[in-house]
Every structure is written in structure tokens, then in C-alpha cells.
């Protein structure tokens, strides 16, 4: 199983799958202009999103239902299954790395390693703004460039109009891009707000939200055991600078109360 340097909806980070890396260098700048026309609908960017999780799940290791991990995502997440309109399903993926993802069709992945440094305020918070990305769309924008993407590699459908069928080798080379995809800081803004609301509206601890991006803003401060972390925070907004926005709508609605100096744990929050 080899490991692939990948960026995430939120975190970015190290994800292990089986598929052999590709490089897409030039092949993103390359898409035809029938592909860049293609017919994308929501349908489209769900049933793509479905192949594409269905191929990571067969290729990580995911937590069974009496692990630690999974009880303790169920007992956060359980009555949010249903939220905003959304039919949402999470899994947590045991891995070394620090991550999580959202996918249009409304599936929710928690990286293990993520849930050993983050509270349940944090997690809340953190998994909020998954699924504000797909609340906003931002998931289809994502699995639109990664099917272009893959369908370019192969020199397939990259004229056509319309979304095909892919082959089980495209499919796993759509969720490679998929994972590499980035949001705009705009997108990923309107996200943290959205995660800010849901934790307002349901009543959880706002402040979890501004401790969350202190400690990514920890992880991103360097040291060659954090160099992967820190590369893929490049591509995204200064984690301190989006903890203050946070402290900025908590001060506004009388929610705030200062936790604190924030610091990493020394041991795993999920045992």
C-alpha cells in the first residue's frame, strides 16, 4: 500500500490507498474545450461522489461499529444523520494521518488521528464544516475537476458533453484528484461560518470551533515530522487568522469564553 501526498476538503493531509500515485502535472491545464463544457448536474456529482467514497472505503482501514471511534462519532454525530437537508453518512478511516472529507453524495469521512488530538467541541466543529461544504456545493465544484481530470489522464470522454461511465482504474484516479482538490479561501470561509452556525444553532460550544484552528495552526508551525501538515496548510487560510474570525462572531453573540492557552494533547482523546 503506498502513500500518496493528497489535500483535503479542510485539513489536507497523508491518505493511504492502494492506487499508485499519479501525476497530474500538465494534464490539468489540458482539458479540452468539449470537456470543459461538460453537462455537470447535481445527479451527476452524487452518483460520481458515491463511486469515488465507495473506492476509498474498499481501501482504507474503516472502524467497525463497536470500535472506540465509531461509538464515539455516533454518539456526536447520530442525530445529524438528517441536517439542513441533507442525508449524511459518516465512517472514520484508522490512519496515522490527520484528516477529514466531505463528499457531495453527503458521505463524511474522520481520519482516526484527527479524533486522537481534538475534543468533542472541536470534532464538532470540525465535521460542521464538512458539511457546510457540501450544504454549499463546494464538494460538486470538486468531483467535477477530479472526473475532468481523470477522464483527461486516460484520454477519455474528454470530448464529450456529457458525464460516462468510468472504469474501475478511472474511478480510482477520480478520487485521488478528488482528494487533491482544493477550495477556494472564499468557499472555505463561507464553510467556517456554516460550521460556526451549526454549533450556535445546536447549541454546542462555539469556542470549540476557535480551539480546532489553534491547534491546526500548532501543527502547522513546523518540524520535518509535521513537513507534509505544513505543505498542505500553503493552500489554505491562515488557520490563526480563521480562529480569530471565530472569537470575532463568538464576542458578537456573547458566546465567548477564553479557554485558555491551547496546546496539542500528549495522549489520545479516543481510547
Known amino acids: 500500500m503506498k502513500k500518496i501526498i493528497i489535500g483535503a476538503i479542510l485539513l489536507g493531509s497523508l491518505c493511504h490507498v492502494k492506487a499508485q500515485k499519479i501525476n497530474l502535472g500538465k494534464a490539468v491545464g489540458v482539458v479540452s474545450k468539449g470537456a470543459s463544457a461538460l453537462t455537470f448536474t447535481n445527479e451527476d456529482a452524487i452518483k460520481l461522489s458515491k463511486e469515488s467514497v465507495g473506492y476509498m472505503d474498499n481501501n482504507n482501514s474503516i472502524a467497525g461499529p463497536k470500535d472506540p471511534y465509531t461509538i464515539r462519532l455516533n454518539k456526536l454525530f447520530a442525530k445529524h444523520k438528517s441536517q439542513d437537508g441533507l442525508n449524511l453518512n459518516y465512517k472514520v478511516y484508522k490512519a496515522k494521518d490527520i484528516n477529514a472529507f466531505a463528499c457531495a453524495d453527503g458521505s463524511v469521512r474522520v481520519f482516526s488521528s484527527l479524533m486522537d488530538m481534538m475534543t468533542d467541541d472541536e470534532l464538532l ?130 458566546l465567548w469564553k477564553d479557554p485558555g492557552a491551547v496546546s496539542l494533547p500528549k495522549s489520545k482523546l479516543t481510547k
Request: glycine content about 6%; proline content about 1%.
Open 125 to 254: 466543529a470540525v465535521i460542521g464544516h464538512e458539511i457546510g461544504h457540501v450544504k454549499n456545493q463546494d464538494t460538486k465544484d470538486a468531483i467535477k475537476s477530479a472526473y475532468l481530470k481523470a477522464a483527461v489522464i486516460d484520454a477519455a470522454s474528454s470530448a464529450s458533453s456529457t458525464v460516462s461511465s468510468l472504469s474501475e482504474s478511472q474511478v480510482g484516479k477520480m478520487a485521488n484528484a478528488f482528494l487533491d482538490a482544493s477550495h477556494s479561501k472564499k468557499q472555505e470561509s463561507q464553510a467556517d461560518t456554516y460550521s460556526y452556525n451549526f454549533m450556535k444553532s445546536n447549541k454546542y460550544n462555539v469556542v470549540g470551533a476557535y480551539t480546532a484552528f489553534k491547534k491546526l495552526a500548532l501543527l502547522s508551525e513546523g518540524g520535518s515530522a509535521q513537513s507534509g501538515v505544513q505543505k498542505m496548510f500553503n493552500s489554505h487560510p491562515d488557520s490563526n487568522k480563521r480562529a480569530d474570525f471565530i472569537k470575532k462572531l463568538a464576542e458578537k453573540d456573547g
